[in-house]
């Protein structure tokens, strides 16, 4: 059997539109693909292993060259052949929900990944651990999945014409699109379709997941990223949707927000983040019937609401968000206007404990000054050797997402505290001395005691991206902001 023939039978035991009655078509349609040379052996008939194996057999054939791009999308092209149509992935995913909302995502989930369209392999590769703070237990990675763009690809994105087709990558037309030099491949992608407020959303999932079952919930239209009633709103809706989820939206502002600001969408997905584990420091009133209030001990300002009202919870949430948009503090450095330029928005949070809805609203203010030009409440220099990136969603549930320099950076750090030789950058050097002098190092403690020191400049960067802080300072203008509200 050669590996176009092991392809074919996979492709009719999947969950894909084609039977028996379809193999010598199917047979075609991979040899239109890969071409007619001698099909390269694959190791074992994993789908993985076969379409590598296919990729290759196409650089053989010449029917794509040997670059990243052009192997992805014939990959992608192979595993839509084992893929159902979106109308019926749609349809099977929601007679499925009638089981239950977990029978469905599972469903979909494992599609994802049986397609390879969640990147397993490259997100394995990822540094996980967990690292004991002042704030719990915070959990850092250090981001290896994301392919380094090919150099090649950058170039031909920069000289090619936008044509502006997909707008972006959050946009549903992504779903079967080809992909091209410097856009990724997206024929085996797959979307459901939901509604919110009444309007048509998408759900999927992230294809370089940064922890389980990560998902992204997208609005049909492209439009830039906000933070309103609606929001909470939504965010409700998809937890009434998918109690075993939780869900999330980065701010609407540069620095404190996510990388993708021009197109409306949230994150989710099924894990239990280091902010939701973290206990309310104490009860506040905020004046709304039904509603429980918190300052939760967490280093980013966080207001904790609690209720199995929705609607008293959406309006409680909403009055704290319309009250931070003009709140200013300027003891604290907190200020909702600089030159006519908005600086306050929230980043909000929603989950579901039995019947008891839980949103986290977590205070954000993008100001920059003469001594803090990246941002006042940004992680400061000191600790941008670590991270320097902007503090979105995931970070501030306490889960960091580290460059992939630092893996080898790290490796060179602890050369450098145990006296070896080492080419560590020099940016790490004041923490490498400042870790020298605090402890005595061996071979046998410094992977753990940096993995640890990691997790306390991570803690040390939340608590930077904090607009109050702990301190009778902090805690008093945290108090005030709490009393502004109440007055509303
Ligand atoms: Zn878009």
Redesign the pocket.
């Known amino acids: 059997m050669t590996t176009i023939d092991q392809f074919v039978a996979a492709v009719i035991a999947s969950p894909s539109q084609y039977t028996e009655l379809d193999q010598i078509y199917v047979h075609n349609r991979i040899l239109a693909l890969v071409g007619e040379a001698e099909p390269v052996e694959a190791p074992d008939d994993q789908l993985t292993s076969l379409t590598d194996a296919l990729v290759q057999t196409a650089i053989r054939s010449g029917k794509i060259e040997a670059n990243q791009s052009d192997q992805d999308i014939l990959a992608d092209q192979l595993m839509d052949l084992v893929t159902p149509l979106p109308s019926v992935l749609n349809q099977t995913f929601w007679n499925k929900y009638q089981t239950s909302p977990q029978t469905a995502t599972d469903y979909f989930y494992h599609l994802s990944q049986a397609n390879d369209y969640i990147k397993t392999r490259a997100i394995a590769k990822n540094v996980v651990f967990p690292a004991k703070t002042d704030f719990g237990e915070l959990e850092i990675t250090i981001n290896l999945s994301k392919p380094e763009k090919d150099p090649k690809a950058i170039a031909a994105a920069k000289d090619a014409p936008e044509n502006g087709y ?6 549903l037309e992504n779903e079967g699109y080809l992909g091209r030099l410097g856009y990724p491949a997206r024929s085996n992608h797959r979307v459901i379709r939901l509604t919110l407020g009444g309007e048509t959303w998408g759900f999927q999932y992230s294809p370089y997941a940064y922890f389980n079952e990560h998902s992204i919930f ?1 609005d049909r239209v ?1 439009r830039p990223m906000v933070i309103n009633r609606q929001t909470f709103s939504n965010l409700i809706e998809i937890v009434k949707q998918f109690p075993h989820y939780f869900v999330g939206s980065n701010a609407d502002l540069p620095i404190v927000g996510g990388s993708m600001l ?2 409306e969408h949230y994150q989710g997905g099924r894990h239990v983040f280091p902010m939701m584990k973290a206990p309310i420091d104490r009860q506040i009133d905020l004046g709304v019937a039904g509603v429980e209030a918190g300052i939760v001990k967490w280093p980013m300002s966080t207001i904790r609401l609690t209720s199995s009202n929705t609607e008293a919870l959406i309006d409680a949430a909403t009055k704290i968000h319309q009250c931070w948009l003009t709140y200013s503090d300027e003891q604290v450095d907190v200020r909702a206007y600089t030159d006519n330029v908005r600086h306050h928005t929230t980043t909000p949070i929603v989950r579901k404990i039995g019947d008891q809805f839980v949103l986290d609203l977590v205070l954000r203010d993008n100001q920059t000054s003469a001594q803090y030009p990246d941002g006042i409440f940004h992680p400061h220099q000191d600790v941008q050797h670590i991270k320097k990136e902007n503090i979105g969603l995931i970070e501030v549930m306490g889960r960091a997402i580290l460059p992939a320099r630092l893996k080898p950076e790290l490796h060179e750090v602890e050369n450098y505290v145990l006296g070896r030789q080492n080419q560590m950058v020099a940016m790490h050097q004041p923490w490498a001395d400042a870790l020298r002098a605090k402890y005595d190092f061996t071979e046998t403690n410094v992977t753990e005691i940096i993995d640890r020191e990691v997790g306390q400049v991570f803690a040390r960067v939340l608590a930077d991206a904090g607009v109050f802080k702990w301190d009778a300072a902090g805690e008093a203008a945290f108090d005030r902001f709490v009393a502004a509200v109440n007055v509303v």
């Open positions: 997909p707008l972006c990558q959050l946009c997208l492209h021009t197109h």
